[in-house]
């Protein structure tokens, strides 16, 4: 099913978009395949993915263990990590996996509001190391967290629609909170009662943040002095939405989802999109989950976009930049790998 958070929808939206990104439903989807790995895997079929040192992590595989572990060659099990619970060093909702750039520490954020870190023993051999609790103002709760490479963490809430972005120090203290939801004139109620939910990539300083919802992207850069940057940002794909105040109903059926999974390296930006009205999942939960893969460059050019066969929508890229994984949800769990010139190369 899809795990939404159900929020409010603004009616105006940033029109600074190419014309080509103006008609961005209207670009055909050039086909691409790839070749699934072979070994069979046993997980939930909404498992998030995450791609470190050479492993795929795979985030609550069932209602026991808190990450099944896979070679990125083989797809074969390399152990399993930590295990859902309400003692020491376990997890109530783990989240996501992530590691620092150097390798030596593997991050994972647990909701509410908790990040374990782990130190690297060997590929896949991990150490629980500690607990960190980060506070977090009332009803907000850990969507995602990024360790960026001059040891800032960036981390979303489940909670606003102004400064949703928290910029953490290297002992997961607050620095600041910046930006805006991509909303004109909006009341300050409104504004404040907004989920903005989406999905983060980071690379060196830089992250992204990609609207689950609708077809919003942005670049923010951090530098080692923590001043943030907004490089880029725009919208693909408007979103069809009244004007609210508070609390009022989304005009699901006119509204398209948005972006489910990012990577990113130092060339390229690479997103699942839906684009699929949102209320089709009312009667199929699987409606929604993306078929499209949507490539930029680190400026926010927009390069490509494909079609792939199976129902995807979760990226990663290799560290050496030549393979991107979609983890297949639909018709079975499966990791899919592209290799990513063949990607570009598409006509």
Not at 5 to 22: A, D, N
Not at 55 to 70: Q, Y
Not at 99 to 111: H, V
Not at 247 to 252: Q, S
Request: hydrophobic content about 35%; aromatic content about 12%; glycine content about 8%.
């Amino acid at each position: 099913m899809k795990n939404y958070i159900l929020f409010i929808l603004p009616l105006f939206l940033l029109s600074s978009c190419t014309k080509k990104e103006k008609d961005f439903l209207n670009i055909p989807s050039i086909p691409i395949h790839g070749t699934a790995l072979e070994e069979e895997i046993i997980s939930s079929e909404g498992g998030v993915m995450s791609l470190i040192d050479s492993c795929f992590f795979i985030c609550r595989p069932n209602f026991k263990d808190a990450f099944l572990v896979l070679d990125e060659a083989t797809g074969k099990e390399i152990t399993k990590l930590g295990s859902i619970g309400e003692g020491p060093g376990e997890f109530t909702l783990p989240v996501m996996a992530g590691g620092s750039s150097n390798g030596d520490t593997l991050y994972i954020a647990n909701r509410p509001n908790k990040v374990h870190l782990y130190v690297r023993k060997g590929k896949g051999d991990y150490q629980y190391l500690e607990t960190k609790t980060i506070h977090l103002e009332k009803m907000e709760y850990v969507t995602d967290v990024h360790r960026i490479s001059n040891g800032y963490y960036v981390l979303t809430t489940l909670s606003g629609g102004h400064e949703f972005f928290i910029l953490l120090d290297a002992n997961l203290r607050e620095v600041k909170r910046f930006g805006n939801h991509p909303v004109k004139g909006m009341t300050a109620e409104a504004n404040d009662f907004m989920k903005f939910q989406g999905r983060m990539t980071s690379y060196k300083n830089s992250f992204y943040f990609a609207t689950m919802f609708f077809g919003y992207i942005a670049r923010y850069d951090i530098s080692n002095n923590g001043d943030v940057t907004l490089v880029w940002e725009k919208t693909v794909v408007p979103t069809a939405c009244n004007v609210y105040e508070a609390n009022l109903a989304i005009r699901a059926h006119e509204n398209r989802d948005g972006f489910y999974g990012l990577a990113a390296n130092d060339k390229y930006l690479f997103a699942t999109y839906s684009g699929i009205p949102y209320a089709a999942a009312d009667t199929d939960p699987s409606a929604c989950v993306p078929k499209t893969l949507v490539s930029f460059s680190t400026s926010g050019e927009l390069l490509g976009k494909y079609a792939f066969e199976n129902k995807s929508g979760r990226v990663c890229l290799s560290k050496d930049g030549r393979y991107l994984y979609l983890w297949n949800s639909h018709p079975e769990t499966a990791i899919e790998r592209f290799n990513v010139e063949d990607i570009l190369d598409s006509k």
